[in-house]
Every structure is written in C-alpha cells, then in structure tokens.
C-alpha cells in the first residue's frame, strides 16, 4: 500500500525557514517524480514542487522559486522541503504527493508563516 507521512511544519515568523520531510513507502521510490503542494482552507491545492526520481530535475511554482527548494534521499524513500525567507503567504497545510497510478496524499502537515 502505497503512503506518505509528512512532517516538519510549524510555527514560523517571516524570514524564517523550515524543512518538511515526506516518509514514503509501498512503491519502488526511485522511479517516480514527487511533488509537495499547498493547500489554504477555501482555496484550491496548489502544486509547489515537483522533483524526478533520479533527482535530476526540479520545477517549482513562481511564488516560491529561488525562496524553497526540493530535494530527494532514495536510499531513505524520502523527499524534502527546504523552505527560506518565508512570507506570510507561505502559510498552509504541505502536503506530499506521488502518482503511482493513482495520486496519492499524505495528511498534510501544517505550516504557518506570522509575526
């Protein structure tokens, strides 16, 4: 069965940084891309980062490049968040994603960005 855990969220104060990490199992992890999206309540789940399975390549939305980056360890099936100069429009539920298949979520862990 395929899952995913995320972890590290928490409360921050703009220009702060956090790293949030996603346990994944269940499916071989190397050969799929991963992704972390963000979700604020009454909002659609937006797609942040997404990272191939080699780790080779990453893409990321336009409000966060050059301020987060995404990284993987396959030896440990985990994918990362590395999070810096967070804003207050940062704040929201992470969540981690992959497609085998299906998609599928962690249950998200909560980041919020506030002075």
């Known amino acids: 069965q395929v899952q995913l855990v995320e972890s590290g969220g928490g409360l921050v104060q703009p220009g702060g940084s956090l790293r949030l990490s996603c346990a994944a199992s269940?499916?071989?992890?190397?050969?799929?891309?991963m992704s972390w999206y963000r979700q604020v309540p009454g909002k659609e789940r937006d797609l942040v980062a997404t990272?191939?399975?080699?780790?080779?390549?990453?893409t990321y939305a336009d409000s966060v490049l050059g301020r987060f980056t995404i990284s993987r360890d396959n030896a440990k099936n985990r994918v990362y968040l590395q999070m810096t100069s967070l804003e207050s429009e940062d704040t929201g539920v992470y969540y981690c994603?992959?497609?085998?298949?299906?998609?599928?979520w962690g249950r998200g862990t909560q980041v919020t960005v506030s002075s």
């Open positions: 994603n992959v497609r085998v298949g299906l998609h599928t």
């Open positions: 269940g499916f071989i992890f190397s050969s799929y891309p």
């Open positions: 990272i191939t399975g080699s780790g080779g390549i990453t």
